[in-house]
């Protein structure tokens, strides 16, 4: 079978007592970055091998791996943070183990967007989930789509982008929407700040430099009031 193994987004500590164990016992781990994951394996003294599996190769090597799972072996699949999956490699594989009819375990745990969305202080009973926009084609299509959705909605950003996009969400949500920035979440430096999106630029643009990857939480868009008509 194969499991699905969330990894700390930051604090090395945010990992369940079950994914270190399955971790200890599977007979290969699937690793986004092995450097990185090695770090984490080293922490919490697990041994296992790692392979890496990755966006670049996924397509290349994601054969080899069902044929692994179908000849009786147990795989872990982890990334660099979060959950596999979710804006990371994790889709393909799942996939190609359904078709085959491999057993697929996803753990709970860590991912970036469930700690900014709930710390936003902005509605969360129903939400969308939109990840890294699209860096050119289309991106604006986007934005126009989510800008008029009535729940709020959220994105993942890189820090050298956030002003950028900032400025775009205001040129279809208006200056005054309400929007929550998140950043280094779990780490010494997390910050989350909740204001409009024109004071969000005000602030961040003052930085040196924005660290971190970036989860920006953006407030649905009001229902028009309708006016009463008189008689």
């Keep these: ?20 164990r399955i971790l200890n016992e599977v007979d290969l781990i699937l690793a986004e ?76 745990g860590a991912t970036a967007f469930v700690p900014a969305l709930v710390a936003s202080g902005l509605p969360c009973d129903k939400f969308f989930f939109e990840g890294f926009l699209p860096h050119k084609k289309g991106r604006q299509t986007r934005l126009k789509y989510l800008c008029e959705l009535s729940t709020t909605f959220v994105l993942y950003e890189s820090p050298h982008r956030l002003i950028k996009c900032l400025k775009q969400l205001i040129e279809f949500c208006g200056a005054e929407r309400k929007a929550s920035v998140c950043r280094e979440l779990t780490k010494m430096h997390e910050e989350c700040v909740t204001k409009s999106l024109e004071d969000l630029i005000t602030y961040f643009d003052t930085e040196k430099k924005v660290r971190g990857e970036i989860v920006i939480i953006v407030e649905g868009k009001a229902p028009i009031k309708k006016e009463k008509r008189t008689y």
């Design 33 to 108: 970055d092995t450097r990185t994951s090695k770090k984490l394996l080293i922490h919490h003294g697990i041994e296992t091998p790692l392979r890496s599996y990755h966006a670049h190769n996924e397509h290349a090597v994601v054969n080899s791996i069902i044929e692994q799972l179908q000849s009786g072996q147990t795989l872990a699949l982890i990334t660099d943070a979060g959950t596999p999956g979710i804006s990371d490699p994790g889709f393909l594989v799942t996939r190609e183990c359904v078709k085959a009819n491999i057993k697929v375990e996803c753990l709970p």
């Design 1 to 20: 079978m194969l499991y699905l193994v969330p990894t700390p987004i930051g604090n090395l500590e945010d990992i369940t007592l079950r994914a270190i």
